[in-house]
């Protein structure tokens, strides 16, 4: 039995320990990243490819397009015989390329949700610019993309950490002279020691301590703060048109604002009301013309019949 359990305990080494050191390694989302995040309907590869494309498109729009030159010298012929010197540097090559990449999908650490790295460009900027592209021209040009929050700071999810790096993040649109009506939206993942009610009342406290002007509009508010907790890390953003980008959403911005489709069809409503009004109207003419022509025959006849009795008496 001493030599079973031995070799199922090489086994686990050989295989498992495998297994942890591929995955230990992987590039994920972290404390002190800016980015986006996407939601996706069950499909993560798909969500990414069409997340590259769309904020590439729009990224050359708004920033110009990337520059992947190798700005870097050629190595002289005394470098590529050290070995040593040539392995270094293509090391540096290596992660000077990888940082200089202005999108790099992380993994998120959770289900349905791609994280996209962003590298010298302002995740917010782009993102609105997307929603109000989209919202303007009403074209789909996702298919598995359902919402897109940009992430401008992130903390540990903790709550003397979330509160001491809240306390200076929020200050550019809530601290006196600042003011502004605001809701919060806050969602947790794959995270059981973030309450939301004690997230979004600490939030509101804080928020009221930097201005008391600042009031809360759950309908129509100016900025929207978006609270996305994944395991540890807590995603952070400050949002402009929440409520009109359907909460920056991408399948739902392209169909117009419900009070748009409630305006078109009372339009045509009306208009079928005023066409059946008219249709009412015509026909009623049509019909008191015709018996306007009968009443006129008749009292022709009438005439016409007493003429020739008088005309009969006299003879």
């Not at 499909?43 to 590439?56: M, V």
């Not at 001491?164 to 200050?171: A, R, T, W």
């Not at 008391?212 to 540890?232: A, G, M, R, S, Y």
Request: charged share 30%; glycine share 6%; aromatic share 6%.
């Amino acid at each position: 039995m001493s030599e079973l359990q031995e070799a199922k305990k090489r086994s686990k080494k050989r295989y498992g320990g495998l297994r942890h050191k591929r995955f230990k390694g992987s590039r994920e989302l972290e404390v002190g990243m800016q980015g986006i995040l996407i939601t996706c309907n069950m499909n993560e590869r798909k969500c990414t490819s069409e997340a590259y494309s769309l904020l590439n498109e729009y990224a050359d729009e708004l920033f110009g397009p990337e520059d992947l030159a190798d700005t870097e010298e050629s190595p002289s012929e005394e470098e590529e015989d050290d070995v040593e010197a040539a392995l270094k540097k293509e090391v540096t090559q290596i992660k000077s390329s990888t940082h200089q990449r202005r999108f790099m999908a992380l993994d998120s650490g959770a289900n349905n949700v791609v994280f996209i790295h962003t590298h010298n460009i302002d995740p917010e900027k782009l993102v609105h610019h997307i929603l109000q592209d989209l919202r303007e021209t009403k074209k789909k040009k996702s298919r598995v993309i359902m919402r897109m929050l940009p992430v401008c700071g992130t903390c540990r999810a903790f709550p003397d950490d979330m509160e001491k790096f809240m306390s200076s993040f929020l200050e550019p649109w809530f601290k006196s002279p600042q003011q502004a009506s605001y809701q919060i939206s806050f969602k947790s993942r794959n995270n059981s020691h973030s309450n939301r009610d004690d997230v979004i009342k600490a939030l509101a406290g804080l928020v009221g301590k930097m201005n008391p002007k600042n009031k809360v509009d759950l309908t129509n508010p100016e900025l929207t703060i978006i609270v996305e907790i994944i395991k540890t890390v807590c995603c952070v953003s400050v949002v402009r048109d929440y409520m009109l980008f359907r909460k920056y959403n991408l399948q739902e911005v392209t169909k117009g604002s419900p009070n748009q489709e409630q305006g078109q069809q009372e339009v045509v409503k009306c208009e079928t009301n005023v066409t059946a009004q008219q249709n009412l109207t015509e026909s009623g003419r049509s019909q008191g013309g015709s018996d306007g022509e009968k009443r006129g025959s008749a009292e022709a006849t009438a005439v016409a019949h007493d003429n020739g009795s008088k005309e009969v008496e006299q003879e």
